[in-house]
């Protein structure tokens, strides 16, 4: 019985997880790693961090595939530049999935709220009043997008997220990317970084493979239904969800851990 009820928990929490990514291109994983350390509990099975971290990049990278589907339908994504910070971010998430085995898991806590009061201050910067336009996202920005994508990839990979929840802000106000192309086109990266980290984790055997596969299938249901209400809320009320989820996320990790 209990163990049913861990993978309907589980398959809930797939589906929350996905939707997320569909709805702000962020992967899912902010939110998903203190849910998959907290639910659980009520099935009498509490999920370590470390293959916490696990299930939720695999969770990632399935939620990011579902939300990419229905972004492309939409043309919310720019692809070379999905390919550009994805492809680079991929690289170095899988180092730093590798890297990340060495690590406590205070270490990898602290990290993550790092990490996360970062993306909180960028999404306290009000959006540019005049996005850019196709010319901002030539071929001369990309060198710069290699290094954002490699440097937030390592740091993504050893806290199990795609790092997207850091990268969405960034991408809107550094390289002016309308939000909701922003959206889209983060979704497409978080894909690439979450596939070289779930490698990583799963070459290192940080991946229960079971747990996983009912977390990954909510994901795909979910992604679907988070992209299409993506499309369809303001702008500004995604953005606030975003702050609220990463804020959320900050302190439950903080509060868990660290005490």
């Keep these: 019985m209990a163990t049913s009820l861990l993978f309907i928990n589980l398959f ?3 589906v929350v997880g996905g939707c997320l990514s569909g709805l702000l291109g962020i992967g899912g994983g902010i939110i998903m790693l203190p849910l998959l350390t907290t639910v659980p509990l009520l099935a009498g ?3 370590p961090l470390r293959p916490a ?11 990011s595939i579902s939300g990419i589907l ?6 919310a994504l720019d692809l070379p530049l999905a390919v550009s910070i994805g492809g680079s971010g991929a690289i170095g998430s899988l180092g730093g999935a590798v890297f990340s085995q060495a690590l406590s898991e205070r270490l990898i806590a602290i990290l993550f709220t790092m990490m996360a009061l970062t993306s909180l201050l960028l999404l306290l910067i009000p959006e540019p009043t005049c996005p850019g336009t196709d010319e901002s996202l030539s071929p001369r920005r990309y060198p710069a997008s290699l290094l954002l994508g490699g440097g937030v990839g390592f740091l993504a990979g050893i806290i199990g997220q795609g790092g997207a929840f850091i990268i969405l802000p960034l991408m809107i106000h550094v390289f002016k990317v309308p939000v909701r192309t922003a959206i889209g086109t983060t979704t497409g990266v978080a894909f690439f970084s979450a596939f070289g980290g779930f490698l990583g984790k799963w070459g290192t055997s940080q991946v229960p493979f079971l747990w996983g596969i009912a977390v990954s299938i909510g994901a795909l249901l979910g992604g679907q239904v988070g992209a299409i209400l993506s499309h369809r809320l303001p702008t500004a009320t995604l953005r606030r969800i975003l702050f609220v989820l990463v804020a959320f996320s900050a302190v439950r990790i903080f509060v868990q851990v660290l005490p």
Excluded: E, N
């Design 12 to 14: 809930m929490l797939g």
């Design 45 to 47: 099975v509490p999920i």
């Design 53 to 63: 971290v696990g299930i939720t990049m695999l969770q990632s990278l399935t939620g």
């Design 70 to 75: 229905i972004h492309r339908k939409y043309r």
